[in-house]
């Protein structure tokens, strides 16, 4: 909570002053997939990533007035020291930074970087119990 919620918080007021005296501003807050879905053995974590996530779209709100964008990225698995025990595929860290500021600039508010983030957020769209159940299964032991 302390990195994923209240950081969130914390340095989105610390640079809300200097992004209003920009004429463009953006606000990227790199969550997860796992915002979205509560595995088990995760919980702590999607909860905390759940929090960033609220916390993403009342800043949204908060920081509109002075015309800065705020958005929300939520890849599945990314290939880093993290989350090297995750199954494969991962996601190369470059995709998300890169499919994450096309979105800025496109106007996107919520962004799901990658093919594979992408259909999983169509799957879970479709059925959000099924994919919850897939992603438990695939969680390190």
């Known amino acids: 909570m302390e990195v994923n919620y209240f950081g969130v918080l914390a340095l ?12 463009e501003s953006a606000v990227v807050n790199i969550l ?3 915002s979205l879905v509560t595995i088990p053995s ?4 999607s909860a905390s990533k ?12 908060e920081l509109k007035a002075q015309g800065t964008e705020v958005v929300a990225a939520m890849p ?6 993290m989350g090297r025990e995750l199954p494969e595929p991962r996601l190369q860290p470059i995709e998300v930074v ?10 996107q508010q919520e962004v ?4 594979l983030t992408r259909n999983t957020a169509a799957a879970f769209a479709a ?3 099924g994919v919850q159940a897939h992603m438990s299964t695939m969680l390190p032991a």
């Not at 995760?42 to 974590?45: D, K, N, P, S, V």
């Not at 759940?50 to 709100?61: D, E, K, Q, V």
């Not at 799901?112 to 093919?115: C, D, I, K």
Request: no cysteine.
């Open 50 to 61: 759940a929090a960033g996530l609220a916390a993403t779209r009342s800043i949204r709100a």
């Open 32 to 34: 997860s997939f796992l």
């Open 98 to 107: 890169s499919e994450t500021l096309d979105a800025v600039e496109a106007g």
């Open 127 to 129: 059925d959000p119990k």
């Open 76 to 81: 599945v698995q990314v290939e880093t020291d």
């Open 42 to 45: 995760a919980g702590t974590y």
């Open 12 to 23: 989105s007021r610390a640079f809300a002053p200097v992004l209003a005296k920009v004429s």
């Open 112 to 115: 799901f970087p990658g093919e």
